[in-house]
């Protein structure tokens, strides 16, 4: 008994006490600083300041996305128009130096005779229409089976049977590591009997997604190859887009749009529904407008298969995508984003997957920025709009919640210090707080306008995450803040997020009555 009472308090005391420095770094270092400072007749206007400007920066450029991609929704074949910033660069120097626009565009079509392609900010990419015929095609499919032998045949099974397949052929490789043999390798292995394009690729001493998806490159034949998570159920019609963007050799990568097909089993899959609808309906859309740029998010993505041979993963890496991704744009890969070509996927949950998940990819990001700023700033690949939006992204990641997370500590210790209330920086975070809300309600409102006929949450889910979103936000900053203390600890905990099927249905009683 004695036994069993201390394994059960081990665990306890680990948490306690992973709380206990937590809180230390987090909370209560910053506070005492703060104070002593305050006490001793200093201000903290220049940490305020610095929160001003990042604050602003954000709000800047998320209402800038938000509205070019409502003006180009309005405007004839919206999803080709690419790199907005440019053009209207060139429109500037054009005016400065004393041409026309028409002058200028014909300047520029006549030099890119002579001197190759143009950039497709200065004529939009035509695309491949449906009949265009596919060449070989290679899926890849990634899979940890202990976490997702409940959904992986799921998954294989709407591969084979509601995707449209190439005119050439095409293989679809199951690449996946269990420690342990399971009775799910049985029922795969009968079921890629039936379906002779299903490759299964088990790899060996496997420990991360990275190792699993490097083994398959060795093996994929096709021209184009498809990354996927073991959750991910794409439309029929996600081959013949995605290809549209990349025969004509103007790109190496297009990222598809995710949304959330479990959105109805609880308040948090609503909340990450809304939320994942507004990042790659509305924000990786108007980067993309804006910039001619993209970010390669792990699955949905499509790469020229010669482009992701040479890149391959890091399995060190937390988050292995942005890495890829950062280091194609370094070696010259040029990527879009298409939110016509869409998959559904699985959102985790409950608070812990969430919160592990995220964690995850916030410490990803941290890493990647780490390494690869200095050179995203030199890189002659990049062009003058990429460029600095690359920087902002990465310098985003590392100081944008820390910086957020000092207006805790800071009020905290204007309250508890000898000093006056600093009114004026109360009202600041106020103005901030409702400019950051109405910025998310029009995203909002604009990412359930545009949203997918797939999609299976609708504008009572959009309501729901703009009345939760200030405590969204905090939560996030949060977690944010947790990853920059295990980066600067050196921590690297792997934790793999949690995937089950759907739920039954629920509904939130509150809001039952919101079409």
Not at 53 to 66: D, K, P, Q, R, Y
Not at 77 to 93: D, F, I, K, S
Not at 103 to 118: K, Q, V
Request: glycine share 6%; charged share 15%; with cysteine.
């Amino acid at each position: 008994m004695k036994l069993s009472l201390a394994l059960l308090a081990e665990p306890v005391l680990a948490g306690a006490r992973r709380l206990f420095w937590l809180s230390t770094w987090l909370l209560w270092i910053p506070m005492g600083v703060y104070i002593v400072a305050l006490n001793r007749g200093h201000h903290l206007g220049l940490l305020q300041g610095a929160l001003l400007v990042v604050s602003a920066i954000g709000l800047v450029v998320i209402n800038i996305e938000t509205t070019v991609v409502v003006y180009s929704c309005r405007r004839p074949y919206p999803w080709h128009h690419r790199g907005m910033v440019q053009r209207w660069g060139q429109a500037l120097r054009s005016w400065c130096l004393g041409f026309s626009p028409r002058t200028d565009r014909a300047r520029t079509r006549a030099g890119a005779a002579i001197s190759g392609p143009s950039p497709s900010w200065v004529e939009p990419p035509s695309t491949a229409s449906p009949s265009t015929v596919l060449p070989l095609v290679s899926i890849v499919v990634a899979a940890y089976l202990p976490n997702e032998q409940d959904i992986i045949e799921d998954t294989l099974i709407h591969w084979l049977t509601q995707v449209t397949p190439p005119a050439q052929g095409w293989e679809i490789i199951l690449a996946y590591n269990t420690p342990t043999p399971l009775p799910v390798e049985r029922r795969l292995r009968a079921l890629a009997y039936r379906h002779p394009a299903l490759v299964l690729l088990p790899v060996d001493h496997s420990h991360s997604k990275a190792e699993n998806l490097n083994a398959a490159l060795q093996m994929v034949r096709g021209e184009m190859t498809g990354i996927f998570d073991a959750d991910h159920h794409p439309a029929p019609d996600c081959l013949g887009r995605a290809w549209a963007w990349l025969y004509q050799g103007r790109y190496d990568v297009v990222q598809g749009r995710n949304i959330i097909r479990n959105a109805q089993d609880s308040w948090l899959t609503q909340l990450i529904a809304v939320e994942f609808e507004c990042i790659y309906g509305v924000s990786h859309y108007g980067r993309s407008l804006l910039a001619d740029t993209a970010l390669f998010g792990g699955s949905n993505g499509y790469w020229r298969t010669t482009a992701l041979r040479q890149l391959g993963f890091h399995h060190t890496r937390l988050t292995e995508d942005i890495d890829t991704t950062v280091r194609g744009l370094l070696g010259g890969c040029r990527l879009v984003h298409d939110p016509a070509i869409v998959t559904t996927e699985l959102a985790p949950d409950n608070l812990r997957g969430l919160w592990l998940q995220r964690q995850r990819w916030s410490q990803g990001w941290l890493e990647v920025a780490g390494l690869y700023l200095g050179r995203v700033l030199r890189s002659p690949h990049l062009d003058a709009a990429q460029k600095p939006y690359w920087a902002l992204m990465l310098l985003f990641s590392q100081g944008f919640y820390p910086l957020v997370w000092q207006v805790v500590p800071m009020l905290l210790s204007i309250y508890i210090s000898d000093r006056d209330r600093d009114l004026n920086f109360e009202t600041l975070n106020l103005v901030l707080m409702g400019l950051l809300t109405l910025s998310v309600v029009l995203q909002v409102a604009v990412a359930m306008v545009l949203r997918p006929e797939a999609s299976t949450y609708t504008r009572r889910h959009g309501l729901l995450y703009c009345l939760l979103s200030p405590v969204y936000f905090w939560l996030k900053a949060l977690i944010g803040m947790v990853a920059l203390v295990n980066h600067l600890s050196g921590s690297r905990v792997w934790h793999v997020t949690a995937r089950t099927k759907r739920k039954p249905r629920k509904w939130m009683p509150a809001l039952r009555g919101v079409k």
